[in-house]
């Protein structure tokens, strides 16, 4: 996933001896003039502007501050002596970077209340334009999670209760319907059915990318899909971008981006082509040893496909009568009317196992 620069904002800072909010790009306190500490916090504005001018990117891309092993003041990552007293910034920390700036592009109040004379700025406004008294930062507020109710124990345990007695009923059934039973059973009847599949050209109604369609087909409509997603730039590719979000820099200054993907576009088109499909199945049936095939009439855009045959053997047991499903021809050849099998059958009558009695 690529990343998209939108451009830099500026950040601010809370001194923390007068209260007073700052630009980030000031290093001593705008209101009393102390240092901006090494430890302090900054943020991002209320009413954040993008900027995108030279000068900005510059400042904002020039490294990290470093903060004066002496005096503590703020300098610019470039310094070399501190520019407040002079110290030697070799030993100097560099200020964090690369953090996510909380709060940017979140909702916030559209006014701030000064606290020292109750009157009400622009949510953006550093000090009060009435009385000049530092107005604090307006932060967006967090909406409380609703507190789901905990069921209660006997909800809980009468849940339980109904499941586990699902399972056993479940694995009542299931057994009652798989147990079988051993008995003897004399073929009455014998039954066979052969079938013929006809295939035919028919015409079959088909999406697909425009390059992929063949060629005796015919086009219909064709409309602009995403053919597949790109994580870097794509010639003609769409830039598909999340929400942007704010990356301290270290400068006071954070740089604006959001993560794009690109979906490459292409033409789909529903098209038309002749296809071999089953349009009809011809099936024979009879009784017996004498199976036979159906015979087909099959026209010039047709032809014969796949071929089925299934055979039954009847069996008379305790007064009624189970059908046995012989797995070929040669199994169902030892149905002899009259003779005597050993079966296995379910409570619901189908014939598991069948074995002629020697």
């Known amino acids: 996933m690529a990343k998209q620069t939108l451009g830099y904002i500026e950040l601010e800072w809370t001194c923390p001896t ?13 209101s009393c003039g102390s240092p901006q500490p090494d430890d302090v916090k ?34 610019p990552a470039s310094a070399k002596v501190c520019k407040q007293c002079g110290g030697d910034l070799t030993g100097g920390q560099a200020r964090q970077a690369g953090q996510l700036v909380q709060g940017f592009g979140a909702a916030r109040p559209e006014e701030v209340k000064c606290a ?6 622009p949510a953006g406004a550093r000090v009060c334009r009435n009385c ?4 604090p930062a307006v932060r967006p507020a967090a909406p409380p999670a609703p507190a789901a109710a905990p069921p209660s124990r006997g909800c809980l345990w009468a849940a339980v209760g109904l499941g586990v007695l699902g399972v056993i009923l479940a694995a009542v ?28 050209l028919v015409p079959v109604q088909r999406t697909a990318w425009r390059d992929q ?42 740089q604006v981006v959001q993560d794009c993907v690109y979906e490459v576009v292409d033409q789909r088109c529903d098209y038309t082509v002749n296809e071999w499909r089953v349009v009809d199945q011809v099936t024979q049936e009879g009784a017996g040893f004498s199976p036979q095939w159906p015979a087909l009439n099959l026209s010039g855009r047709q032809r014969e496909g796949d071929r089925g ?8 047991v305790d007064g009624r009568q189970v059908v046995y499903d012989a797995a070929n021809y040669a199994d169902y050849q030892r149905c002899t009317q009259g003779s005597v099998w050993n079966l296995e059958i379910t409570a619901g009558g189908h014939v598991v196992s069948a074995q002629p009695v020697n």
């Not at 007068?18 to 705008?30: A, D, E, I, M, V």
């Not at 020292?116 to 700025?121: E, F, I, Q, R, Y």
């Not at 000049?132 to 107005?135: H, M, R, S």
């Not at 057994?175 to 004399?186: D, I, K, P, V």
């Open 309 to 316: 045959e299934r055979y039954h053997c009847v069996f008379q």
């Open 173 to 200: 059934f299931l057994l009652s319907g798989t147990r079988t039973t051993a008995t003897t059973g004399q073929v009455v009847d014998t039954r066979w059915a052969r079938s013929v599949d006809v295939v035919g």
């Open 18 to 30: 007068c209260g007073t909010r700052n630009p980030g790009s000031r290093r001593l306190c705008q």
């Open 42 to 75: 900054f943020e991002a504005p209320a009413q954040a502007k993008i900027e995108t001018d030279e000068a900005t990117v510059q400042q904002a891309t020039a490294g990290p501050d470093v903060h004066c092993p002496y005096c503590g003041a703020r300098n």
């Open 132 to 135: 000049g008294a530092p107005l």
């Open 116 to 121: 020292a004379c109750g009157t009400l700025n």
């Open 213 to 254: 369609i063949p060629g005796d087909a015919t086009i219909g409509a064709c409309y602009d899909d995403v053919r597949s997603v790109a994580d870097q730039p794509v010639p003609g590719a769409r830039a598909v971008c999340g929400t942007p979000y704010a990356i301290d820099q270290g400068t006071g200054y954070a």
